[in-house]
Every structure is written in structure tokens, then in C-alpha cells.
């Protein structure tokens, strides 16, 4: 598996698919790991799940060494 052209190492992009309020927690959840190392550096814009309900957002992760 490779990152996208361009991006910067250590920076990984996570799709989060489910409904809004779940996807909201998991991000915040993510946003509590800074000491471990983990920054959510950029969330988009919700989308709406085509073929399943709910939404899909994607999350921009910085994976550094914990602090």
C-alpha cells in the first residue's frame, strides 16, 4: 500500500463510513491521541454513502513518534 502522490510521509488518509454522530466520535476520539503521536490534521466535508446508508468523511492523520 502506498500514500498518494505527493503526500508527505507519515501522513495517512482514513475513510470513515457510518452514521454522522458515530463518525463525529470517532474523530474526536483520534483528536485525543496527540501525546501517542496521532494528529488529525484535516477532515472533509461529509458525503452521502451511495449504495448504504449514512455518510462517508475522510480523515488526514499526521503518525509521528508520541510525545
Given at each position: 500500500?502506498?500514500?498518494?502522490?505527493?503526500?508527505?510521509?507519515?501522513?495517512?488518509?482514513?475513510?470513515?463510513?457510518?452514521?454522522?454522530?458515530?463518525?463525529?466520535?470517532?474523530?474526536?476520539?483520534?483528536?485525543?491521541?496527540?501525546?501517542?503521536?496521532?494528529e488529525v490534521?484535516?477532515?472533509?466535508?461529509?458525503?452521502?454513502?451511495?449504495?448504504?446508508?449514512?455518510?462517508?468523511?475522510?480523515?488526514?492523520?499526521?503518525?509521528?513518534?508520541?510525545?
Open positions: 500500500m502506498t500514500g498518494q502522490a505527493g503526500q508527505a510521509p507519515g501522513v495517512v488518509k482514513v475513510r470513515l463510513s457510518g452514521e454522522l454522530a458515530d463518525i463525529e466520535v470517532v474523530n474526536e476520539i483520534l483528536s485525543g491521541y496527540g501525546d501517542a503521536g496521532v490534521i484535516e477532515t472533509s466535508a461529509p458525503r452521502l454513502n451511495r449504495y448504504e446508508p449514512g455518510r462517508w468523511v475522510y480523515l488526514t492523520l499526521r503518525i509521528g513518534a508520541p510525545r
